[in-house]
């Protein structure tokens, strides 16, 4: 058998994040002010982030130099290992080589350390003592908590109340790193009391999570806010995964026809795809595909609109351009919670617009298929987002089996599912469901989009 496992060493890990604005051959839509509907400027954003982060979010360099201290603290579990799934292939019969970037090797289980270490260094370093954050499925969450407490600062969480009840582990995985965890929507701030008190039993959403965190921040002294996924400078911080990837492949002597991640906000997707997104755009790799995938409950990049919306249920945040289903659109209670969100990232939704980058919708049974059918070649069991991007590459292994192409393609396995066995086991009961797409319920949010003039 073919070589298996392509690792690099520490003195190869890239030295740099990569960022992609400056390559745009359209630039980015500009983000407007909730207030003035006017476009953002860095001092706007300083009630919530500090200005080292506001800088990137904006930034014009393409490589943005990694700090020495944010390197050595990669080292614990960083370069991720590269694996090529032999078993998985011989499993589906297909002539397909496939691929996968294991980032769930990382402390916390997840891609989502890259981004929740950077954003805990440069808070450190702008003498914020107290971060306020929201999480999906917790790997978000549990990610900024170790963070938080590697850099000594207090951490609160807000956790999408239907994930604070399916994944009660990943709550004390963030209270383990000293965290402080509410279910969300919650009475520790005006906008949870308010959808409480219109709906007691309302499940939550990362669009109140996200309210509810951003007005911890500006209400407490010494408080900053940190998101993970969506902006620019998350993604920017997550590119490391593709770079490496990079370097992998050619170990491997492949370059990807396709590549594969989950998509919710759209961090390890951005992570995975915009280092192969620059070879597409200098030319030297046009044809690779880059397919996101979401589910099928919550589309926002298959079927939300492409207009200005707020991030957030409340309306705080900056409007943005980005494909949504509406802030007010309440996302059907799905295992696979960090992809419950009505927006998609700004600037994947500007890839989109350019057919830099295409998506895929896949339904909650089918995903939790794959991701058993993984298990059971490769021996990893994987998050229930990792588990779109597995079932999106088992279906184009299987096309190429029916065509006869033998096609290379690249996945992120974004999570592993240890903490999510609760989930594994109503699949395996037969207790879970597909949800479809509630078109009336989104078209109802939507109403509520922000008007922004031309």
């Given at each position: 058998m073919a070589q298996t496992k392509f690792l690099l060493q520490e003195k190869d890990m890239p030295q740099v994040w990569y960022n992609i604005q400056p390559d745009l051959p359209v630039p980015?839509?500009?983000?407007?002010?909730?207030?003035?509907?006017?476009?953002?400027?860095?001092?706007?954003?300083?009630?919530?982030?500090?200005?080292?982060?506001?800088?990137?979010?904006?930034?014009?360099?393409?490589?943005?130099?990694?700090?020495?201290?944010?390197?050595?603290?990669?080292?614990?579990?960083?370069?991720?290992?590269?694996?090529?799934a032999h078993?998985?292939?011989?499993?589906?019969?297909?002539?397909?080589?496939?691929?996968?970037?294991?980032?769930?090797?990382?402390?916390a289980g997840s891609h989502k350390p890259n981004t929740a270490l950077a954003q805990a260094y440069y808070n450190k370093k702008a003498g914020i003592k107290r971060i306020s954050t929201e999480t999906g499925a917790g790997q978000w969450g549990s990610s900024l908590a170790m963070a938080c407490k590697f850099f000594d600062i207090e951490c609160k969480v807000y956790m999408v109340k239907v994930s604070y009840n399916m994944k009660p582990y990943r709550r004390v995985m963030m209270e383990t790193w000293g965290a402080s965890v509410v279910p969300s929507p919650s009475p520790d701030t005006k906008i949870g009391r308010e959808i409480l008190e219109r709906d007691p039993e309302?499940?939550?959403?990362?669009?109140?999570?996200?309210?509810?965190?951003?007005?911890?921040?500006?209400?407490?002294?010494?408080?900053?806010?940190?998101?993970?996924?969506?902006?620019?400078?998350?993604?920017?911080?997550q590119t490391i995964i593709g770079q490496e990837a990079k370097k992998q492949m050619a170990m491997a002597d492949c370059y990807p026809d396709i590549v594969i991640g989950c998509v919710g906000g759209g961090s390890n997707?951005?992570?995975?795809?915009?280092?192969?997104?620059?070879?597409?755009?200098?030319?030297?790799?046009?044809?690779?595909?880059?397919?996101?995938v979401e589910p099928a409950s919550c589309p926002s990049l298959t079927k939300?609109?492409?207009?200005?919306?707020?991030?957030?249920?409340?309306?705080?945040t900056p409007m943005m351009k980005m494909f949504t289903l509406g802030h007010q659109f309440m996302p059907p209670p799905v295992h696979a919670g960090g992809l419950r969100y009505h927006g998609m990232s700004p600037l994947l939704s500007h890839l989109s617009r350019l057919n830099l980058i295409e998506a895929t919708a896949v339904n909650q049974i089918e995903t939790?298929?794959?991701?058993?059918?993984?298990?059971?070649t490769e021996g990893f069991i994987s998050a229930p987002e990792t588990n779109h991007a597995i079932r999106a590459t088992i279906d184009e292994a299987l096309k190429c089996r029916e065509t006869g192409e033998a096609k290379t393609i690249l996945f992120c396995h974004s999570g592993h599912g240890h903490v999510?066995?609760?989930?594994?086991?109503?699949?395996?009961?037969?207790?879970?469901?597909?949800?479809?797409?509630?078109?009336?319920?989104?078209?109802?949010?939507?109403?509520?989009?922000?008007?922004?003039?031309?």
């Open positions: 980015l839509p500009p983000v407007l002010h909730p207030g003035t509907g006017q476009p953002v400027t860095p001092a706007d954003m300083e009630a919530i982030f500090p200005m080292s982060l506001i800088m990137q979010e904006f930034s014009p360099e393409r490589h943005i130099p990694i700090p020495e201290e944010l390197l050595e603290i990669y080292k614990i579990w960083r370069p991720t290992p590269l694996y090529r078993r998985l292939e011989k499993a589906l019969q297909t002539p397909a080589k496939i691929f996968y970037k294991l980032e769930d090797v990382s402390p309302c499940p939550g959403s990362l669009g109140i999570a996200i309210s509810e965190a951003v007005e911890d921040a500006v209400t407490h002294p010494g408080t900053k806010y940190a998101l993970g996924s969506v902006l620019n400078h998350v993604l920017l911080h997707f951005g992570g995975i795809a915009l280092p192969f997104v620059e070879d597409k755009l200098n030319g030297t790799h046009k044809d690779t595909r880059i397919m996101a939300g609109l492409d207009a200005y919306d707020f991030g957030d249920e409340a309306g705080m939790f298929e794959a991701g058993i059918q993984f298990a059971q999510d066995m609760a989930s594994y086991d109503l699949y395996l009961r037969g207790k879970l469901s597909n949800y479809e797409y509630p078109a009336e319920l989104v078209k109802e949010a939507q109403k509520g989009l922000p008007k922004v003039s031309a």
